[in-house]
């Protein structure tokens, strides 16, 4: 297993504090055994999400210094337009305060009622954004997607046959635009291979659909691209990054992944009319065009962090530290998906916890057991998040995965952390028996997972659970 060095130094450091069991298991009590609503100071390792929580760099700290807060026609307005131009390539550049707010400018301006988005995997914000205009968000991602034990290269790719299906079934007229999330994030953060999107714009291109990019993770999916695909082998990230986007008509970005900043998104794209609209909307929701819900400094840090971003040297300890943090569990026997995605580990709480049935939240007694052994704040991906009510029954339908997911913030850990996470998981595995189910005491009407409360179950004697 590679040891992936850091290519940088620490300037500045921010104290964590060590908490106690004892502590750690008051804290959850008190937040109804949800991790959400645990103060984050109280957390040693912090793996919730890989968004905003980047450590930005010397140079991006600088950037900050020369925040231009003119109201119209800042400077760092046009700075970022140049870079976004230069790596994206679309025509207009349109910021916005983060990533849901382009999806929303995108979707309420192109979406109606009664049509449908295909997407490889939609993430929530998404889907959420185009369901609010009365459409339909599929997920047409290849079936192999579903299956964590599955190792493909290229996991997070369209199913083309499926793809087309779709837009013979609903009609063009009907499918406003296509999207492809790179890299797939409610997938496993799996890439997509620059064959399967060349393939997927070829067929677009047969009935006249547009197709977007959901960009967030857009240079780890170009690292990918680099490693699995001969072809790219010796082209540079940037030059990936701009083939890439020459398929598409433009992107919706969360700058707060591949962009290296704390807070920060955009929309790009082509076409004249609708971003004249989607101006329009912006100036009524978020602000002027040249700072659109940010300020002149938080501009001037994306731009840097865009170019920052491409760097192979980065892009190289950065895949390589959450491939090392996989490595080391996969080693030891830990259920992981596969292959290890480009900013985060899946933990398999079906089969780490096998002894807890679904109706008794695995994946979230995982989570549970992390932070009140370990310290650890990882996500529950899995019944909390995704269980739906079947409404003629009232009975909960369980979604096929079950995951823990443990999203690694950029440039911020270093592997010796890294490494304590991958001991603390291994040690809980073997001590897997001990950890108890769950149940649900209190659920918002919708996403749950944010609020809901929880009490622990007493553990059932193996034999009493062969028997039931
Ligand atoms: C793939 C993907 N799209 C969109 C978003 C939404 O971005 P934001 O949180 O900046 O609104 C996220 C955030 O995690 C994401 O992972």
């Not at 790719?157 to 007229?173: F, P, Q, Y």
């Not at 699995?228 to 008509?249: H, N, V, W």
Request: glycine share 8%; charged share 25%; with cysteine.
């Amino acid at each position: 297993m590679k040891f992936p060095s850091e290519p940088f130094k620490i300037k500045v450091v921010e104290p964590i504090r060590r908490t106690t069991r004892e502590e750690r298991d008051r804290l959850l009590r008190a937040a109804g055994y949800n991790l959400f609503q645990v103060p984050a100071e109280s957390v040693y390792v912090d793996l919730l999400t890989d968004s905003g929580t980047s450590a930005m760099s010397d140079d991006q700290w600088a950037g900050l210094m020369l925040g231009d807060e003119s109201y119209a026609g800042s400077r760092n307005y046009y700075h970022l337009e140049e870079t976004v131009r230069s790596i994206f390539g679309y025509k207009h550049v349109i910021p916005t305060h983060q990533g849901r707010m382009a999806e929303n400018l995108l979707f309420s301006t192109v979406v109606k009622p009664g049509m449908c988005v295909p997407n490889n995997i939609h993430f929530d914000t998404t889907r959420a954004n185009v369901e609010h205009q009365g459409a339909q968000a599929l997920d047409v991602v290849i079936k192999e997607a579903y299956d964590p034990r599955c190792e493909l290269p290229f996991k997070g790719n369209m199913d083309l046959i499926r793809l087309e299906e779709v837009i013979h079934r609903e009609g063009a007229s009907r499918i406003p635009l296509a999207m492809v999330t790179i890299t797939n994030n409610s997938g496993g953060g799996q890439p997509v291979s620059m064959d399967n999107i060349r393939k997927t714009r070829a067929l677009l291109n047969r009935f006249g659909i547009p197709l977007f990019f959901d960009a967030c993770r857009f240079a780890e999916n170009c690292f990918f691209i680099k490693e699995r695909e001969p072809e790219f082998a010796d082209k540079s990230i940037l030059d990936i990054a701009r083939e890439l986007f020459s398929y598409g008509d433009g992107c919706t970005m969360s700058a707060k992944k591949d962009g290296l900043v704390n807070i920060g998104g955009f929309l790009s794209l082509n076409d004249d009319q609708w971003a004249q609209a989607i101006t329009n909307m912006l100036i009524l929701v978020e602000g002027f065009p040249t700072y659109g819900g940010l300020a002149g400094r938080d501009l001037e840090t994306m731009a840097r962090g865009l170019r920052e971003v491409l760097d192979e040297d980065y892009l190289n300890f950065r895949v390589g530290q959450v491939r090392y943090l996989g490595e080391l569990l996969d080693q030891a026997g830990v259920p992981i998906l596969k292959p290890i995605g480009g900013h985060a580990v899946y933990l398999n709480a079906k089969e780490f916890l096998p002894h807890i049935e679904q109706a008794q939240f695995p994946a979230q007694s995982l989570v549970v057991a992390l932070y009140r052994e370990h310290g650890i704040r990882g996500v529950e991906i899995g019944t909390v998040m995704f269980g739906r009510r079947d409404p003629a029954t009232g009975r909960t339908i369980h979604p096929e995965l079950e995951m823990v997911r443990l999203a690694i913030p950029r440039r911020v850990y270093t592997n010796m952390q890294i490494a304590y996470v991958a001991e603390s998981i291994v040690d809980l595995y073997r001590r897997r028996d001990m950890i108890h189910g769950l149940r649900l005491t209190y659920e918002a009407p919708v996403l749950r997972h944010f609020t809901a409360r929880f009490e622990e179950l007493e553990r059932q004697p193996l034999l009493q659970r062969a028997a039931s």
